[in-house]
């Protein structure tokens, strides 16, 4: 008996040895392959890149095909295969220096990316937009399959062949086997197959937008006129210029901010990274922060849209567009105010460029609106005076015409009815003692018209403008104690800015004992004598540790 307990214990060791000897021999192929830049002669032409062969090629052979094995067949964003090379060193042993990875993710990205279409629909996930409410996805399966743990952009923002989506069934009950346990509610193996064949015919590996788009590569450098918006500090104009500097693509940008009428300028080089030939992605520093910019570069290369936020506080965010500069006609990026009433005389800033040009009869103006006076104060703004009849249609009109381009579009309102408050459903996280950041939460209010149908809540309503308005937190659900109130954090009551507590253990709070919690956002506007409110929940959670990637 003695002697069978032997023989099992070496056969164990034996075949643990086997398993350590193996994990090292193939680790050891995916390192050397890392470090080198030798093709196998046997293999022909180029896969992907010299950079993916050489890091990918240790463990990725080329199939029957032709094609390297998983890496072929599906297509990601340069954020997508960045988590890839980030799985693949820390579960695989893949080596590669920053240099290395910032080489492959831009090479993958440029033979195996997305359209700018394909990455327009998720460019909220690739932004890491905090507090995004997501368009409702009404497949049943990949809610109960994919949705019980991710956003939908983690999956909507890839590209696959069906086989490729059916290995990721697999490789979820091998990395994740509770997935299984977790979802027992349901049976989760069919329902994902129902989802991934959902999947593989909705997003394939190919389409007709990345065959028409795949090789091309927008042209950036030159000037551009900038539009922005920050909830905290409301609309923002500037002027930014891209450079080629030895080699790298470079940007300086200056802004002003309107309300405030205060300017910033972004110091020292930004660096800017092109993905697919039109994903931007910048790093730069703005009133000493550091700021992470994701943008995308429209096809007919005159646009720049995106969003940028604190990399010490990605709760802090704005929005920007750029416009190519040109000097054939007049084109209006903005105004101000966004939306005029009716039965008044309104005053407008128009900026753009070229504006000097503009004359009345370049405009297309609704029915019972006409221009009073224009005068230009520079060549990039131009103050417009508009006599807004009682019977002008309410509603958003395209003013610009062909000796014109005109990109807002005119609102026109009779009443303010009501005030919404974004996001309708907010998520702030604590932080500042570990690795993670605090993640605030930007509260904004909009001034809405009911429409013709006067109700509140239908089609026809119209968004005006964003308000200034007092802010405030109440306990949720309403009515009970507020000992939330007293540990989650505070809110800018003139802002709307709500900063979370640091993380961790508070010993001054029984029970939870951490500073997170729920509660109402309140948003009061004033607005002649009349008062409207807004509100919307609020969650302070913890950290969320799982975006902790390199």
């Not at 072929?72 to 090379?85: A, C, D, L, N, V």
């Not at 060193?89 to 492959?104: A, C, F, N, S, Y």
């Not at 503009?358 to 009073?372: C, E, F, N, V, Y």
């Not at 690795?435 to 001034?447: D, I």
Request: charged share 25%.
């Amino acid at each position: 008996m003695k002697g069978n307990r032997i023989r099992l214990l070496l056969l164990g060791l034996i075949a643990v040895s086997a398993i350590i000897f193996f994990a090292l021999y193939w680790n050891g192929q995916g390192n050397q392959a890392s470090e080198t830049a030798v093709t196998p002669q046997s293999m022909g032409g180029t896969h992907v890149s010299k950079q993916v062969e050489a890091s990918c090629m240790g463990c990725h052979a080329v199939d029957e095909n032709g094609k390297l094995a998983r890496i072929e067949y599906m297509r990601k964003t340069p954020e997508g295969w960045s988590q890839t090379i980030a799985r693949m060193e820390r579960l695989h042993g893949l080596k590669v220096t920053d240099e290395q990875r910032k080489q492959l993710i831009k090479d993958l990205s440029n033979e195996r990316g997305l359209s700018p279409e394909e990455a327009k629909s998720v460019q909220y996930w690739l932004a890491d937009k905090p507090s995004h409410m997501e368009d409702q996805i009404t497949n049943p399966n990949l809610q109960n399959a994919c949705m019980t743990c991710h956003a939908g952009g983690r999956f909507l923002a890839q590209r696959r062949t069906e086989e490729e989506w059916k290995n990721l069934k697999d490789f979820h009950l091998v990395m994740f086997p509770s997935i299984y346990l977790n979802h027992r509610h349901t049976d989760w193996p069919v329902v994902a197959d129902a989802a991934i064949s959902y999947l593989a015919k909705q997003y394939p590996l190919e389409s007709k937008e990345w065959e028409s788009w795949k090789g091309k590569s927008q042209q950036v450098e030159g000037k551009w006129k900038v539009v922005g918006f920050q909830g905290t500090k409301g609309v923002y104009i500037g002027d930014s210029e891209f450079m080629s500097t030895d080699g790298k693509l470079v940007e300086r940008k200056s802004v002003r901010y309107l309300e405030q009428n205060a300017s910033l300028q972004s110091r020292g080089s930004v660096d800017v990274e092109m993905y697919s030939g039109y994903a931007l992605r910048m790093q730069y520093e703005q009133a000493g922060k550091k700021l992470r910019g994701t943008f995308n570069v429209g096809r007919d290369g005159k646009t720049i849209k995106g969003d940028w936020s604190d990399t010490s506080n990605p709760g802090i965010t704005g929005e920007e567009t750029y416009y190519r500069v040109q000097t054939e006609k007049p084109e209006i990026i903005h105004m101000e105010p966004r939306a005029i009433q009716r039965g008044q005389t309104q005053e407008l800033t128009l900026y753009g460029m070229n504006v000097k040009q503009l004359t009345a009869q370049d405009l297309k103006l609704p029915a019972g609106i006409s221009i009073k006076n224009m005068s230009a104060l520079s060549d990039d703004r131009l103050k417009v005076s508009l006599a807004v009849s009682k019977t002008a249609i309410e509603g958003t009109s395209a003013i610009g015409t062909e000796k014109a381009i005109v990109h807002p579009k005119l609102v026109v309102y009779d009443r303010i009815d009501y005030v919404k408050v974004t996001p309708p459903y907010a998520v702030a996280r604590i932080g500042g003692a570990g690795p993670m950041h605090k993640v605030s939460t930007q509260f904004v209010a909009y001034a809405y018209s009911s429409g013709k149908d006067n109700k509140q809540g239908t089609d026809d309503d119209v968004e005006l403008m964003p308000v200034t308005a007092e802010w405030a937190l109440v306990p949720y659900p309403e009515g009970e104690k507020d000992e939330d109130l007293r540990y989650i954090g505070s809110i800018d009551s003139k802002t709307g800015l709500f900063t979370p507590a640091a993380e961790g253990v508070n010993k001054e709070r029984p029970f939870t004992q951490e500073n997170v919690g729920s509660v109402s956002v309140i948003a009061t506007y004033r607005h002649g004598e009349y008062t409207l409110t807004g509100k919307t929940h609020l969650v302070i959670t913890v950290p969320d540790y799982s975006n902790v990637v390199n």
